[in-house]
Every structure is written in C-alpha cells, then in structure tokens.
C-alpha cells in the first residue's frame, strides 16, 4: 500500500554529517534556452549523446506544434533542438505527418527519428496526463520538462501509462533536469514513470525527480527481454515509489549519488542476471532497497559507499531476497566513463537542490556543492531597457586573433549578411542569423587550440544580443556560456570547429567579429 507523500525529506539527523558549502547563485527563471552541459554516464558513449545540438530551434507552446518541428525538418536525421513552453495535455497534440516524422495523437512520439533535444525553457514546460515515447530513436536529449498522471487506464490515457518510455532499437538518450510523477499506482491506471524496453541501450537518467507512483521504471519487459542496457542513474531522487527504482532484467545498469525516500514494497530489483553498481547513494525510510524481488531468476550488484538509514529488510524466503541487512557486493562492473561522486552524506541536500525542472539545471561539483552550468536561462518577453553604451566589450585580449584567416560558416543568415564577415577583421561588416537565434563558425584546417572567444556586436545593434555558448563542434561540448557581447573563456581546448551559438537576442543581433584566441 502507497503512503502519502512524506512530509519530510532530509532530516536523517546527525548520520548526515552534511559537510557542505552552499555555494548556490539563484537564478530568477527556470528553464533554459537549449540542452546544457554534455551527457554523462553510458549516454556519453557509443559515440555520445548531442541531440540537436547544431541545428535550428524552435519554439513550441503546444504538442501538436512540436510534432510539425520533427516533421518539417528536411530529414528524419536533421539535428533541431525544439524549446518548450506551457502545458502540454490532449486537447493540443495532434499527430502530424510528413516524410521526416512518424507522429501520433495523444502522445509525444519520438519514433523513427534522431538529433533531437526537447527542452523546457521560460516558465517551464509540464506534459500533462501526456507521456513521451521514443521508439527506433537514436541521439535524443529531454532536458528541464515536468511529465505527469500519464494513464494505461481510464480517461485520457497516453503511452500505456509511461510518463518516458523507451522501445525497439532506441540508442543515446539523455533525460535530465525532468520530473516525473503520477498520483497514483496500477489500479489507480498508472505505469512506470521512466520504462526502457526492446533493445535499448546507452541511457542516463541525471538530477531528476521520480515520485508518487506505484512504479518507478524498469529495464526489459520480461525475463526474456534482456537485450538492454548500458544504462546510469545519477542524481535522482525517487520518493514514494512502491517499486521498481528501477527494475533491471539483463544488463548493465550504474547507480551513484542517488536518493531514495520512501520506497514502500523494494528498491532496486536487480533480476535475470541483470548487473547493477550501486554507490554512494541514501536510502532513507524505505523496505527491501536492494536484491532479487518477485522472481526465482537472480541478479547481481556491487555496492560501496551507501547509507541506509532506517531502512527495513524482508527476510529470505522464495522469490525474496534481499541483499540486507549487511549488503554485499555478488558481482563486479567494469563502467568505461569516468565521473566524480558526492560523498552519500550529502546526498540527500546535493539532490534536493539539483534535482527536477526547475531548478535552473544546477549539478553537483563534486564535492557536494551545486552549481549552475549555464546557459542564462530564458527570461521570456522583458521590456527592452534600450541598448547600452559599447566602446569594447572587453579589453582586447593579449595574443594573435585566430579567427584571421580563418574559414566560417554558420546554421542562417540573414539577407545582406555573410558568414565571412565574422573573420575578417572590420567592424563595418557583419553577419546576423535569419531570426533573432542561430549559429555562426570559425574552422581551420589543422587542429587549433583556442581557451577564449570574443563576440563584437556591430554598430547600431549594440545589446540586441542577450546569450550565447561556445561550442567545440568537432564533440559537441559546450565549453562556457555566457550573457552579452564579450569574451569567455574555458580550458585550452584542440580543435578544428568552434560554434558560437545565439540562444537569446533582442532584435536581430548583428555579429562583427568573432575572435579567438590560444590564451
């Protein structure tokens, strides 16, 4: 049986010992204009998870529009990163169809489609009693969304009751910064909140909220269906879950610096000789949160650093058995990425700060301090307060401009404007993208190494331009963010290809110069 939800979180007392420093600069608005930071855990891998990253943006307030950007993209393949804003329920999601699309009614299908990021930006974006499906999909980010009461049963129902589900052949997702929940369990007409299923592979679930269902999610829909995997769950909090947080039949699954409040019948239920390496995560209030449940069919873990702090264990007995009360580790996982981890005191602050939309896509340092990675999140319509005096954005930074001589090109550009004009050394000329957003490029032939970036605003557009992001083009990093026209700077980084990416302007901005420098 569900309890209600807790009425507290995180006060375990002194056993927390919460070594941190609250280093937390607030941001006024949740929501940010594209995909931030680069995918971690086994997302990174197999050749990594960018989504659009380096393809038009769009906005989208309804569902049904968000089904016309996949469609009118020029191909299935076509990178484009839709930016999401309101609610999104029934009455606005119609399927729409195209060549570059497979849509459907009453759900978010992302099927047969890849480079795709869908992020929530301005006031947030909530998919209500709407789920998100994603079927022989590869190369999609889902980033700062609230998917909720997503029903398999009753009036309206979507996605056989996931909030995110994930089938046939799906490859490099990324959901991160998203908050899932329902009101309810299986008889209330609800399912998993985040379901992987068919041959999927290559996911991460980071700093998102899992609450309130009966079941949490799982890996493989039967004993037999054990052709997934390769999946990382870090920085969750999963709080009044019944089960499933999550379930793993076959395959690999690493589990770090997650929070666990609340979980009523079990935990993690590694099973079908499924492999799970659990670290340094907080269970809390909570029964049987690791083992082999509801099967005769065993998996395996490898555990290190956790706490468990009133936490209860059945005892053995049939398709029972649970790891506690003194967890052991059966099995060892080799993970091929590398990652820092918040030590399990401080695993219940570190996640309550960072974890779900809306919490300006906060991470953790490492050393259990969050802080913002950027970019500016979108303040949304403000009133223009005019533009402001320029004489140099910076002072001119010490060392040869890279950018002479140098190639460019770019995602747009408006009429009378080239993409050339960014290298080429004069403030009386200048390129500007189609809208008020896009992409403009500096490349060389040879590797290059650049640690700063200039952006120089042409005469008479002087603060049109609001935030922008470098981007390493040849992986996809994003390598600083910034507000303004200015320079940023970031670790001495090789390359061929540098972006520099508009996310936000006034008006349309007009660009003079993109300068680089190696130091």
């Not at 038009?56 to 968000?66: K, L, M, Y």
């Not at 499924?274 to 069919?297: H, I, M, Q």
């Not at 602050?349 to 950027?374: E, H, K, M, W, Y």
Request: hydrophobic share 30%.
């Amino acid at each position: 049986m569900r309890r209600p939800v807790a009425r507290r979180l995180f006060a375990a007392g002194a056993a927390m010992a919460l070594a941190t420093t609250m280093g937390v600069t607030a941001l006024a608005i949740p929501g940010a204009q594209a995909a931030t930071g680069s995918a971690t855990g086994f997302a990174s891998q197999n050749g990594g998870t960018t989504g659009g990253a380096g393809g038009q943006t769009v906005r989208a307030t309804t569902g049904t529009a968000i089904h016309a950007a996949l469609c009118n993209r020029a191909s299935s393949s076509t990178p484009i990163t839709i930016q999401v804003e309101g609610t999104i329920n029934h009455g606005n999601t119609s399927k729409v169809s195209g060549p570059s699309c497979n849509t459907a009614d009453d759900v978010i299908e992302l099927k047969q489609i890849s480079n795709v990021t869908l992020v929530g930006v301005g006031n947030g974006a909530v998919f209500d009693q709407l789920g998100i499906h994603i079927r022989e999909a590869s190369n999609i980010i889902i980033q700062n969304v609230t998917v909720r009461n997503v029903k398999k049963s009753g009036s309206p129902t979507s996605n056989g009751g996931d909030a995110i589900g994930m089938e046939s052949d799906v490859r490099n997702v990324w959901v991160d910064h998203v908050t899932l929940e329902a009101s309810g369990g299986e008889s209330d007409g609800y399912d998993g909140l985040f379901d992987m299923k068919n041959n999927t592979q290559y996911v991460t679930l980071s700093y998102s909220i899992l609450r309130n269902s009966g079941r949490g999610g799982l890996i493989g829909s039967s004993e037999n269906d054990r052709s997934n995997g390769f999946v990382t769950f870090h920085h969750n909090l999963y709080e009044n879950i019944d089960s499933r947080a999550p379930l793993l039949r076959g395959g690999v699954a690493h589990i770090y610096n997650n929070h666990y409040v609340d979980l009523n019948s079990s935990g993690i239920n590694s099973r079908a000789g499924a492999r799970a390496k659990v670290e340094n995560s907080y269970f809390e209030d909570s029964k049987d949160v690791l083992g082999t449940f509801y099967t005769s069919e065993a998996g395996y873990w490898q555990v290190s650093g956790n706490i468990y702090d009133n936490v209860t264990w059945s005892s053995r007995s049939g398709d029972t058995n649970p790891a506690g009360p003194n967890p052991t580790s059966t099995t060892t996982v080799a993970i091929p990425y590398s990652y820092t981890m918040d030590a399990a005191s401080c695993v219940p602050n570190i996640v309550r700060q960072t974890a779900g939309a809306g919490t300006n896509l906060r991470v953790s340092d490492g050393s259990c301090s969050p802080q913002n990675p950027g970019p500016t999140p979108d303040p949304g319509p403000t009133p223009d307060p005019g533009p402001t005096p320029d004489p140099t954005p910076d002072p001119d930074p010490s060392g040869q401009n890279l950018s002479i001589g140098a190639g460019a090109d770019g995602s747009s550009k408006g009429g009378g404007t080239s993409y050339g004009a960014v290298v080429d050394d004069s403030m009386s000329t200048y390129w500007s993208p189609s809208g008020t957003t896009g992409r403009i490029s500096v490349k060389w032939g040879t590797d290059t190494t650049v640690s700063r970036v200039t952006v120089r605003e042409a005469t008479g557009a002087v603060g049109n331009l609001r935030a922008w992001r470098v981007v390493n083009n040849d992986t996809g990093a994003v390598l600083a963010t910034g507000t303004g026209a200015g320079s940023l700077t970031f670790p001495a980084t090789t390359l061929r290809k540098v972006d520099v990416e508009i996310t936000s302007a006034t008006g349309t901005p007009r660009v003079a110069e993109i300068e680089t420098y190696a130091g």
